[in-house]
């Protein structure tokens, strides 16, 4: 019913920027936490950004003051900007829905298939 989808990834040079677009269909009800995580080559997967209960972004330190969190106010669509991309920034990018009425881990959600972002060195 529920289907989550990551799209924007490429490869681009470091320093360049790149728009990932989330977007959750199959619902008529707003999901207020729609947060990305990614997983970068042979590691474990590490959060990145989301939102907060009161609708305030979160980032993780490592891209903080490069990456933008936002949302379309009309649909379920979240936005991740990310500019002055590195090499370390190489993943594969997953969104996913929260469905319940709280969700703290990873398998709360509902995730998406993931993009690939590669920024050589």
């Known amino acids: 019913e529920v289907q989550v989808m990551e799209s924007g990834g490429g490869l681009v040079q470091p320093g360049q920027s790149l728009r990932l677009t989330c977007t959750v269909s199959g619902l008529n009800r707003t999901i207020s936490d729609i947060p990305w995580r990614r997983q970068q080559p042979g590691q474990g997967f590490e959060w990145v950004s989301g939102f907060l209960s009161d609708g305030s972004p979160w980032y993780t330190d490592p891209v903080k003051g490069r990456f933008t969190i936002s949302r379309d106010s009309a649909d379920n669509t979240v936005h991740l900007q990310m500019n002055n991309l590195r090499p370390e920034d190489t993943a594969v990018y997953y969104c996913?829905?929260?469905?319940?009425?709280?969700?703290?881990?990873?398998?709360?959600?509902?995730w998406g298939q993931g993009t690939q972002v590669t920024v050589p060195s």
């Open positions: 996913a829905a929260c469905l319940r009425r709280r969700c703290g881990v990873s398998t709360d959600y509902v």
